[in-house]
T-cell receptor
């Protein structure tokens, strides 16, 4: 079983829509989680960290469910500029981050 | 802001050549990483380093080696380049502890 699994998509949504991605992980010892965003032919960039209590940054909300071993990313009021691939990432101890393969989002006018 | 700089954005080399990809970070980070990214395969870890002169194999080290002589610089070496090493190579660094990684712009390497 892959350590971090994501639906590759693509998710095609109209502008203004709300869209949610889930990501499951298999290592229950995982300590930290992040969402990264990667634009086409560019490097991944940190979007937000994911905290146990859930956290919000503008239109973006991240949630962590340790019991079910998944994290989620909710994007409200989607913009064209949100079109990108979203990478789910987990970390255990001082080990390299483990990246999912990403979920592709296309926001359509 | 963390700055991770990779020496080349695009590179074309020939089969059998020895290829050096350089990465420099300016934030005194202990940890540095080399990945390759291919369509459908996601990011795959080649090598990483927790400190100067230290290196650890990642998931796909075959055909690669690394060098970390100075804390700020982490070099990836393709000993004898092959066409299946054509890929996007990404360097990253991070501070120890519960910190995210910061990536360089990437090097798109083509082996002909």
């Amino acid at each position: 079983r892959k350590e971090v699994e994501q639906d590759p998509g693509p998710f095609n949504v109209p502008e203004g829509a709300t869209v949610a991605f889930n990501c499951t992980y298999s290592n229950s010892a995982s300590q930290s989680f992040f969402w990264y965003r990667q634009d086409c032919r560019k490097e991944p960039k940190l979007l937000m960290s994911v905290y146990s209590s859930g956290n919000e940054d503008g239109r973006f909300t991240a949630q962590l469910n340790r019991a079910s071993q998944y994290i989620s990313l909710l994007i409200r009021d989607s913009k064209l500029s949100d079109s990108a691939t979203y990478l789910c990432v987990r970390r255990s101890g001082n080990t390299p981050l483990v990246f999912g393969k990403g979920t592709r989002l296309s926001v359509i006018a | 802001d963390v700055k991770v700089t990779q020496s080349s954005r695009y590179l074309v080399k020939r089969t059998g050549e020895k290829v050096f990809l350089e990465c420099v970070q300016d934030m005194d980070h202990e940890n540095m990483f080399w990945y390759r990214q291919d369509p459908g395969l996601g990011l795959r870890l080649i090598y990483f380093s927790y400190d100067v002169k230290m290196k650890e194999k990642g998931d796909i080290p075959e055909g690669y080696s690394v060098s970390r002589e100075k804390k700020e610089r982490f070099s990836l070496i393709l000993e004898s380049a092959s066409t299946n090493q054509t890929s996007m190579y990404l360097c990253a660094s991070r501070q120890t502890g519960d910190q995210p990684q910061h990536f360089g712009d990437g090097t798109r390497l083509s082996i002909l």
